[in-house]
């Protein structure tokens, strides 16, 4: 295989991430997915040995995407601003991938095991490095507040968890359509849901929400924009 070609398992996986998107979990089926890509049915269990395998290689690749588009986030000398930026990216990103985040997360029956761990016991979050690297990207970017002194000496690892969970949850609703389709959760309920817990963990609040502000700012949005 050439430089910057796709395998054969690769396409496999993208084509079913495609497949995903468009017509949810049920669209992923070895028929479709083969004909997607231009292979045989049998293509799916030689590259796979079942579809059970085929997931899991779905959600690899959804974390490493996530990962990459959250890391991505140019880092500034204001690293709570960085932080909000990488939220804001956090949520860009499960917005436009909804179907994958929600395989990614467990929201699924496809996937036959469990990927996810006790993070307040073991201090890591999933059984698949590439799940944890995805939040190792969260815990490095709060270390980073916490080594400017603008929040408390707290454990990354936890804080880390309220600021998954905060976002996690929010996502979920606004994927849902909870919050209508004008984007009024972003500006009312997500933007001050970060300060809350940024604030929480130590951080003033005037220092908070000016680093909101020029998150905000990085990402070419207004206070109260969509």
Same mark, same amino acid.
Do not use: C
């Given at each position: 295989?050439?430089?910057?070609?796709?395998?054969?398992?690769?396409?496999?996986?993208?084509?079913?991430?495609?497949?995903?998107? +468009?017509?949810?979990?049920?669209?992923?089926?070895?028929?479709?997915?083969?004909?997607?890509?231009?292979?045989?049915?049998?293509?799916?269990?030689?590259?796979?040995?079942?579809?059970?395998?085929?997931?899991?290689?779905? /959600?690899?690749?959804?974390?490493?995407?996530?990962?990459?588009? /959250?890391?991505?986030?140019?880092?500034?000398?204001?690293?709570?601003?960085?932080?909000?930026?990488?939220?804001?990216?956090?949520?860009?990103?499960?917005?436009?991938?909804?179907?994958?985040?929600?395989?990614?997360?467990?929201?699924? +029956?496809?996937?036959?095991?469990?990927?996810?761990?006790?993070?307040?016991?073991?201090? +890591?979050?999933? +059984?698949?490095?590439?799940?944890?690297?995805?939040?190792?990207?969260?815990?490095?970017?709060?270390?980073?507040?916490?080594?400017?002194?603008?929040?408390?000496?707290?454990?990354?690892?936890?804080?880390?968890?309220?600021?998954?969970?905060?976002?996690?949850?929010?996502?979920?609703?606004?994927?849902?359509?909870?919050?209508?389709?004008?984007?009024?959760?972003?500006?009312?309920?997500?933007?001050?849901?970060?300060?809350?817990?940024?604030?929480?963990?130590?951080?003033?609040?005037?220092?908070?929400?000016?680093?909101?502000?020029?998150?905000?700012?990085?990402?070419?949005?207004?206070?109260?924009?969509?």
């Amino acid at each position: 295989m050439r430089s910057g070609e796709t395998s054969p398992r690769q396409g496999l996986v993208e084509a079913a991430i495609r497949l995903l998107e +468009t017509g949810g979990p049920a669209a992923i089926q070895a028929r479709r997915l083969a004909a997607e890509i231009g292979m045989s049915t049998m293509a799916v269990y030689t590259h796979f040995g079942g579809m059970s395998e085929l997931f899991e290689a779905i /959600v690899r690749e959804g974390f490493l995407r996530f990962a990459a588009h /959250v890391e991505a986030v140019t880092e500034t000398q204001d690293a709570m601003a960085d932080f909000f930026a990488k939220g804001i990216a956090y949520r860009d990103w499960a917005l436009q991938n909804s179907q994958l985040y929600r395989l990614m997360f467990g929201l699924t +029956t496809l996937l036959p095991t469990r990927l996810e761990q006790d993070m307040t016991v073991a201090g +890591t979050i999933s +059984t698949l490095p590439e799940g944890q690297a995805a939040f190792d990207v969260m815990v490095h970017a709060l270390d980073r507040v916490k080594a400017s002194g603008q929040i408390d000496p707290v454990d990354p690892v936890l804080a880390a968890g309220q600021f998954l969970s905060a976002t996690h949850g929010y996502v979920l609703l606004e994927i849902a359509g909870y919050f209508g389709p004008e984007g009024n959760g972003f500006a009312w309920i997500f933007g001050p849901l970060g300060l809350s817990v940024m604030v929480g963990l130590g951080a003033r609040r005037v220092d908070a929400e000016r680093s909101a502000v020029a998150a905000l700012a990085a990402f070419g949005i207004g206070e109260r924009d969509p």
